[in-house]
Every structure is written in C-alpha cells, then in structure tokens.
T-cell receptor, first 115, second 115 residues
Framework: ETGVTQTPRHLVMGMTNKKSLKCEQHLGHNAMYWYKQSAKKPLELMFVYNFKEQTENNSVPSRFSPECPNSSHLFLHLHTLQPEDSALYLC??????????????FGNGTRLTVT | AQTVTQSQPEMSVQEAETVTLSCTYDTSESDYYLFWYKQPPSRQMILVIRQEAYKQQNATENRFSVNFQKAAKSFSLKISDSQLGDAAMYFCAYRSAIRADKLIFGTGTRLQVFP
C-alpha cells in the first residue's frame, strides 16, 4: 500500500456535475497539499493544509473547494468545472509544511477530464 | 519570484550509460533546498535526491548524484549505469526557507532509456 492514496484514479465529469477527489496518507504527516499538473506546464500548487489549517490558497477559482477533516485526509470538491480544468490532480503530504528539508510524498494522482 | 528552468524537454540514454539532466533556478535567497523527483508512468512523483544550499558537498544516492553550482544557480542530475526502470519524467524543484510550504517545479525532462 502506498503512503499516499488517491481516489478515483480517473474521473470524467460534465461541466454541471459535482464530484470530489479523495486523498489519504498513512505516513503520520501533518501537512497535505493539492497540486495541478497540466501538460508541458510546471506543477501548480493549489492548496496547503498544515495541522488541518489551510495555509495557502494559490489564487484557485472557487469552483475548487478543499476540505481537510483531519491530518490524514484531504478532499477536493469540484463543481461547475471548465474544460481547461482537465488535468492530473496530485495530492502530497509532508511532516510539516514549514520544515524545509521535509520532502513531499505524492500519490498517483486523479486524471480529471471535464467534458 | 523564484523560477526553475529545465531546458531539455527530452533526453535519451543507452542502458548502462550515463546521462545528465540540467536544471537552473533563479532566486535571491541563500537558504533553500533543491530536489529531483521522478514521475514514472504510474504517475506517482518519487523523490530521487535532495540538496541543501548550505552544503558544498554534492548529494549522492546510489546511481544518482547531483552537480550543485550555487553561484551559477545550477543543479544537474547525473544518472550512472542507466537502467530501463529509470525511464520517466524528471522534475527539478526548489523550496525556500521563507516559503517552505511552496515547492516550485520545473517543466520536466522526459528520459528514455534504450536497451
């Protein structure tokens, strides 16, 4: 079992749908992250949670809504998405978000297609 | 703002040979970490190696080593004795002490390994 698990692996949704991405980490970490990976672009940081508190919202549109009920779980709620939101969404965790040498551990991502 | 540049979109290497992937970054800070991550077809980003800016000695992890040139702001990855399993996307990433919760990635280099 990988340290960071993401579900679903693939998701196809229409622009009017509401869906959620789930991330769970089994590493005892206290920080969790959402990244967006689009083709030929650098990974974009979306949200950071440290000890369940959101510490970063990188100018993400409100159609993306994160939720972190505890340090082990992270959700990304999606509604009224646009086709340009199609991408690979990666979840990561680390010991703490402000510890410089604490590496991020990533999940396998959710491939999202918005039709 | 810090930026990370990977100028080689694709590289190829023969099995058992050595290959070097380039990375440059732009920063005015003195305290930071640099990372190389590998993303195989499974999509999971895997930490390959990391380097603290204050350490002059280049980091080494088995067949992977870096050439860290702080003044030149260069951080290249050398893979020795390349194996078929090394084929993946490789991402260079920067993390500053001031914004340790924000890992900044380059656009990646796709490495192909030929038998």
């Amino acid at each position: 079992e990988t340290g960071v698990t993401q579900t679903p692996r693939h998701l196809v949704m229409g622009m009017t749908n509401k869906k959620s991405l789930k991330c769970e980490q089994h590493l005892g970490h206290n920080a969790m992250y959402w990244y967006k990976q689009s083709a030929k672009k650098p990974l974009e940081l979306m949200f950071v949670y440290n000890f369940k508190e959101q510490t970063e919202n990188n100018s993400v549109p409100s159609r993306f809504s994160p939720e972190c009920p505890n340090s082990s779980h992270l959700f990304l709620h999606l509604h009224t998405l646009q086709p340009e939101d199609s991408a690979l969404y990666l979840c990561a965790s680390s010991q703490e978000s402000l510890v410089l040498n604490s590496p991020l551990h990533f999940g396998n991502g959710t491939r999202l297609t918005v039709t | 703002a810090q930026t990370v540049t990977q100028s080689q979109p694709e590289m190829s290497v023969q099995e058992a040979e050595t290959v070097t992937l380039s990375c440059t970054y732009d920063t005015s800070e003195s305290d930071y970490y640099l990372f190389w991550y590998k993303q195989p077809p499974s999509r999971q980003m895997i930490l390959v190696i990391r380097q603290e800016a204050y350490k002059q000695q280049n980091a080494t992890e088995n067949r992977f080593s870096v050439n860290f040139q702080k003044a030149a702001k260069s951080f290249s990855l050398k893979i020795s004795d390349s194996q078929l399993g090394d084929a993946a996307m490789y991402f260079c990433a920067y993390r500053s002490a001031i914004r340790a919760d924000k890992l900044i990635f380059g656009t990646g280099t796709r490495l192909q390994v030929f038998p």
